[in-house]
Nanobody, 124 residues
Framework: QVQLVESGGGSVQAGGSLRLSCAAD????????LGWFRQAQGKEREGVAV????????SYADSVKGRFTISQDNAQNTVYLQMNSLKPEDTAMYYC?????????????????WGQGTQVTVSS
């Protein structure tokens, strides 16, 4: 059974930082591309960042490149999203998720399973 548990969301001012954590069950962590997508209220989902736990390769949405960094801790079966220089447009519900794979590549646009989500709110 896929288990994805997010934590670390909250409210920050523009320019601030936040670190999200995603704890996965062992099988999910070792077998899937893991990362985050976000969805602002009333808007479509946007893939944010994804990491291939086996290959340690990453992919980012253009909107967060240079500001967000995804990383992993294999011993803890945990994926992190360090978010710096936050902007009001980053405000959304952030979901830890498994992502599709095409050969060795993780597909940022394709999410399969996800957790309950954690709210990130950035004020001006």
């Amino acid at each position: 059974q896929v288990q994805l548990v997010e934590s670390g969301g909250g409210s920050v001012q523009a320019g601030g930082s936040l670190r999200l954590s995603c704890a996965a069950d062992r099988d999910t962590y070792s077998s899937n591309c893991l990362g985050w997508f976000r969805q602002a209220q009333g808007k479509e989902r946007e893939g944010v960042a994804v990491i291939n736990s086996g290959a340690d390769s990453t992919s980012y949405a253009d909107s967060v490149k240079g500001r967000f960094t995804i990383s992993q801790d294999n011993a803890q079966n945990t994926v992190y999203l360090q978010m710096n220089s936050l902007k009001p447009e980053d405000t959304a519900m952030y979901y830890c998720a498994t992502f599709g794979r095409f050969g060795p590549y993780c597909i940022l646009e394709v999410q399969k399973y996800w957790g309950q989500g954690t709210q990130v709110t950035v004020s001006s």
